[in-house]
Protein backbone atom coordinates (compact mmCIF):
# COMPACT_ATOMS: atom_id res chain seq x y z
CA UNK A 1 0.00 0.00 0.00
CA UNK A 2 1.30 3.32 -0.89
CA UNK A 3 2.19 6.08 1.72
CA UNK A 4 -0.08 8.89 1.85
CA UNK A 5 1.92 11.66 -0.24
CA UNK A 6 2.70 15.01 2.19
CA UNK A 7 3.36 18.28 1.46
CA UNK A 8 6.40 20.07 2.63
CA UNK A 9 6.18 23.64 3.61
CA UNK A 10 8.84 23.80 0.59
CA UNK A 11 6.59 22.82 -2.12
CA UNK A 12 3.69 24.89 -1.15
CA UNK A 13 3.16 28.20 -3.17
CA UNK A 14 4.94 30.76 -1.59
CA UNK A 15 1.78 33.80 -1.56
CA UNK A 16 3.05 37.24 -3.95
CA UNK A 17 4.86 40.00 -2.51
CA UNK A 18 2.11 42.42 -2.04
CA UNK A 19 2.69 45.48 -4.60
CA UNK A 20 3.90 48.80 -3.38
CA UNK A 21 2.70 50.44 -6.67
CA UNK A 22 -0.39 51.27 -4.74
CA UNK A 23 1.35 52.23 -1.33
CA UNK A 24 3.85 55.00 -3.58
CA UNK A 25 0.62 56.44 -5.35
CA UNK A 26 -0.74 57.17 -2.40
CA UNK A 27 1.99 58.63 -0.82
CA UNK A 28 2.17 60.94 -4.38
CA UNK A 29 -1.41 61.70 -4.09
CA UNK A 30 -0.87 62.84 -0.26
CA UNK A 31 2.43 65.09 -0.84
CA UNK A 32 0.77 66.77 -3.40
CA UNK A 33 -2.39 67.33 -1.53
CA UNK A 34 -0.27 69.02 1.02
CA UNK A 35 1.75 71.13 -1.51
CA UNK A 36 -1.27 72.07 -3.08
CA UNK A 37 -2.86 73.38 0.02
CA UNK A 38 -0.05 74.96 1.33
CA UNK A 39 -0.03 76.99 -2.19
CA UNK A 40 -3.70 77.23 -2.15
CA UNK A 41 -3.38 79.23 1.24
CA UNK A 42 -0.41 81.36 0.82
CA UNK A 43 -2.09 84.19 -1.10
CA UNK A 44 -5.12 84.46 1.97
CA UNK A 45 -3.25 84.39 5.07
CA UNK A 46 -2.99 88.39 5.27
CA UNK A 47 -6.60 88.77 4.22
CA UNK A 48 -5.57 90.89 1.98
CA UNK A 49 -8.33 91.33 -0.92
CA UNK A 50 -5.45 92.48 -3.28
CA UNK A 51 -3.60 89.43 -3.12
CA UNK A 52 -6.39 87.60 -4.37
CA UNK A 53 -5.51 85.10 -7.04
CA UNK A 54 -9.15 85.01 -8.15
CA UNK A 55 -10.75 88.32 -9.40
CA UNK A 56 -13.34 90.08 -7.45
CA UNK A 57 -16.35 91.49 -8.33
CA UNK A 58 -16.03 95.04 -6.69
CA UNK A 59 -19.76 95.25 -6.92
CA UNK A 60 -19.84 92.28 -4.21
CA UNK A 61 -18.89 92.79 -0.81
CA UNK A 62 -19.41 89.52 0.65
CA UNK A 63 -17.49 87.65 -2.85
CA UNK A 64 -14.10 88.13 -0.66
CA UNK A 65 -15.41 86.63 2.72
CA UNK A 66 -17.29 83.83 0.72
CA UNK A 67 -14.03 82.98 -1.55
CA UNK A 68 -11.65 82.71 1.86
CA UNK A 69 -14.83 80.27 3.04
CA UNK A 70 -14.07 78.13 0.30
CA UNK A 71 -10.37 78.13 0.19
CA UNK A 72 -10.41 77.18 3.94
CA UNK A 73 -13.45 74.56 4.28
CA UNK A 74 -11.53 73.15 0.16
CA UNK A 75 -8.21 73.00 1.99
CA UNK A 76 -9.25 71.16 4.89
CA UNK A 77 -10.99 68.78 2.67
CA UNK A 78 -7.77 68.59 0.32
CA UNK A 79 -5.67 67.68 3.46
CA UNK A 80 -7.98 65.61 5.03
CA UNK A 81 -9.48 62.95 2.50
CA UNK A 82 -6.09 61.25 1.26
CA UNK A 83 -5.91 60.07 4.65
CA UNK A 84 -9.50 58.23 4.13
CA UNK A 85 -7.59 55.92 1.80
CA UNK A 86 -4.47 54.77 4.07
CA UNK A 87 -5.04 50.87 5.14
CA UNK A 88 -4.06 51.64 8.90
CA UNK A 89 -6.69 54.56 9.17
CA UNK A 90 -8.94 52.82 7.53
CA UNK A 91 -9.03 49.78 10.23
CA UNK A 92 -9.07 52.68 13.03
CA UNK A 93 -11.58 54.60 15.04
CA UNK A 94 -9.89 57.52 13.36
CA UNK A 95 -11.35 57.04 10.10
CA UNK A 96 -14.93 58.07 11.04
CA UNK A 97 -13.50 61.06 12.52
CA UNK A 98 -11.58 61.91 10.37
CA UNK A 99 -14.69 61.47 7.75
CA UNK A 100 -16.99 63.01 9.43
CA UNK A 101 -14.60 66.51 9.74
CA UNK A 102 -14.05 66.57 5.73
CA UNK A 103 -17.38 66.08 5.17
CA UNK A 104 -19.26 68.86 7.22
CA UNK A 105 -16.13 70.88 8.06
CA UNK A 106 -14.65 70.81 4.43
CA UNK A 107 -16.20 68.73 0.98
CA UNK A 108 -20.16 70.21 1.95
CA UNK A 109 -19.46 73.82 2.62
CA UNK A 110 -16.81 73.86 0.46
CA UNK A 111 -19.03 73.09 -1.99
CA UNK A 112 -21.77 75.23 -1.19
CA UNK A 113 -19.02 77.92 -1.30
CA UNK A 114 -17.66 77.31 -4.18
CA UNK A 115 -20.80 77.28 -5.75
CA UNK A 116 -21.42 81.11 -4.89
CA UNK A 117 -17.74 81.70 -5.88
CA UNK A 118 -18.59 80.22 -9.33
CA UNK A 119 -21.92 82.46 -9.62
CA UNK A 120 -20.02 85.27 -8.60
CA UNK A 121 -16.50 84.56 -11.45
CA UNK A 122 -15.03 87.44 -13.48
CA UNK A 123 -13.91 84.87 -16.08
CA UNK A 124 -17.21 84.42 -18.46
CA UNK A 125 -19.90 82.12 -18.71
CA UNK A 126 -17.57 78.75 -19.87
CA UNK A 127 -15.72 78.98 -16.52
CA UNK A 128 -18.92 79.97 -14.59
CA UNK A 129 -20.80 76.84 -15.54
CA UNK A 130 -17.45 74.97 -15.21
CA UNK A 131 -16.74 75.54 -11.85
CA UNK A 132 -20.57 75.36 -10.94
CA UNK A 133 -21.11 71.88 -12.03
CA UNK A 134 -18.07 70.85 -10.06
CA UNK A 135 -19.42 72.15 -7.05
CA UNK A 136 -22.79 70.11 -7.54
CA UNK A 137 -21.69 67.06 -8.11
CA UNK A 138 -18.92 67.46 -5.15
CA UNK A 139 -22.04 68.03 -3.23
CA UNK A 140 -24.49 65.39 -4.66
CA UNK A 141 -21.41 62.58 -4.70
CA UNK A 142 -20.62 63.57 -0.74
CA UNK A 143 -24.11 63.61 0.76
CA UNK A 144 -24.83 60.07 -1.62
CA UNK A 145 -21.55 59.06 0.12
CA UNK A 146 -22.99 60.01 3.64
CA UNK A 147 -26.47 58.25 3.02
CA UNK A 148 -24.83 54.87 1.77
CA UNK A 149 -22.68 54.82 4.78
CA UNK A 150 -25.77 55.40 7.13
CA UNK A 151 -27.64 52.48 5.63
CA UNK A 152 -24.76 50.24 5.95
CA UNK A 153 -23.95 50.57 2.50
CA UNK A 154 -20.51 50.66 3.02
CA UNK A 155 -19.55 49.28 -0.85
CA UNK A 156 -21.33 51.84 -2.35
CA UNK A 157 -20.28 54.42 0.23
CA UNK A 158 -16.58 53.86 -0.65
CA UNK A 159 -17.15 54.23 -4.31
CA UNK A 160 -18.95 58.04 -3.90
CA UNK A 161 -15.38 59.04 -1.91
CA UNK A 162 -13.24 57.80 -4.65
CA UNK A 163 -15.58 60.11 -7.00
CA UNK A 164 -15.28 62.49 -4.29
CA UNK A 165 -11.82 62.30 -4.16
CA UNK A 166 -10.92 62.40 -7.42
CA UNK A 167 -13.37 65.99 -7.74
CA UNK A 168 -11.14 67.50 -4.82
CA UNK A 169 -8.12 66.69 -6.55
CA UNK A 170 -9.41 69.26 -9.02
CA UNK A 171 -7.57 71.80 -6.53
CA UNK A 172 -3.97 70.10 -7.72
CA UNK A 173 -5.00 69.73 -11.62
CA UNK A 174 -5.63 73.36 -11.53
CA UNK A 175 -2.86 74.24 -10.26
CA UNK A 176 -0.53 72.09 -12.26
CA UNK A 177 -2.38 72.54 -15.75
CA UNK A 178 -2.17 76.01 -15.44
CA UNK A 179 1.14 77.06 -15.50
CA UNK A 180 1.87 73.81 -17.72
CA UNK A 181 -1.02 74.64 -20.83
CA UNK A 182 0.25 78.16 -20.33
CA UNK A 183 3.63 77.22 -21.71
CA UNK A 184 2.41 74.50 -24.21
CA UNK A 185 0.36 76.70 -26.06
CA UNK A 186 2.68 79.68 -26.00
CA UNK A 187 3.07 79.12 -30.09
CA UNK A 188 -0.22 80.67 -30.56
CA UNK A 189 -0.23 83.19 -28.68
CA UNK A 190 0.93 85.66 -31.56
CA UNK A 191 -0.86 83.64 -34.72
CA UNK A 192 -3.94 82.64 -33.61
CA UNK A 193 -3.98 85.60 -30.12
CA UNK A 194 -2.69 88.44 -32.19
CA UNK A 195 -0.45 89.13 -29.01
CA UNK A 196 -3.42 89.38 -26.76
CA UNK A 197 -1.90 88.00 -23.80
CA UNK A 198 -5.33 88.55 -21.78
CA UNK A 199 -7.42 86.70 -24.37
CA UNK A 200 -4.73 83.48 -24.22
CA UNK A 201 -5.11 83.33 -20.58
CA UNK A 202 -8.73 83.90 -20.29
CA UNK A 203 -9.08 80.83 -23.13
CA UNK A 204 -6.46 78.59 -21.32
CA UNK A 205 -8.30 79.46 -17.77
CA UNK A 206 -11.76 78.52 -19.13
CA UNK A 207 -10.46 75.56 -20.71
CA UNK A 208 -8.98 74.34 -17.22
CA UNK A 209 -12.08 75.01 -15.43
CA UNK A 210 -13.25 71.64 -17.21
CA UNK A 211 -10.18 69.88 -17.72
CA UNK A 212 -9.13 70.24 -14.14
CA UNK A 213 -11.98 67.88 -12.80
CA UNK A 214 -13.89 66.40 -16.00
CA UNK A 215 -10.74 63.61 -17.12
CA UNK A 216 -10.37 62.94 -12.99
CA UNK A 217 -13.97 62.05 -12.69
CA UNK A 218 -13.08 59.64 -15.82
CA UNK A 219 -10.36 58.23 -13.81
CA UNK A 220 -12.16 57.43 -10.65
CA UNK A 221 -14.99 55.53 -13.16
CA UNK A 222 -12.65 53.18 -14.57
CA UNK A 223 -10.69 52.66 -11.69
CA UNK A 224 -13.83 51.65 -10.13
CA UNK A 225 -15.07 49.60 -12.81
CA UNK A 226 -11.51 47.68 -13.39
CA UNK A 227 -11.67 47.04 -9.54
CA UNK A 228 -14.73 46.06 -9.12
CA UNK A 229 -16.06 45.46 -5.76
Known sequence: MDAPSTTTSSSRPRPRPRSRRPR?????????????ALFAVSSYVGLDPGDSQVGLREDVAF?????????????????ALPLQFWPALRRSGAHRVIGRAALFAGVLPGAVSGLGVAVLGT??????AGFALLSVLWFTFAA??????????????REWMVRVFALTLAGVTLRVL?????????????????GDEDLYFLEIYQAITWLCWVPNLIAAEWYLRRRGR
Open 24 to 36: VGLVVLTALCVLT
Open 63 to 79: HYPLLIVHIVTSTLALL
Open 123 to 128: SGLVAQ
Open 144 to 157: AGYRAVRQGRHADH
Open 178 to 194: IPLLTLLLLPLLEPVYG
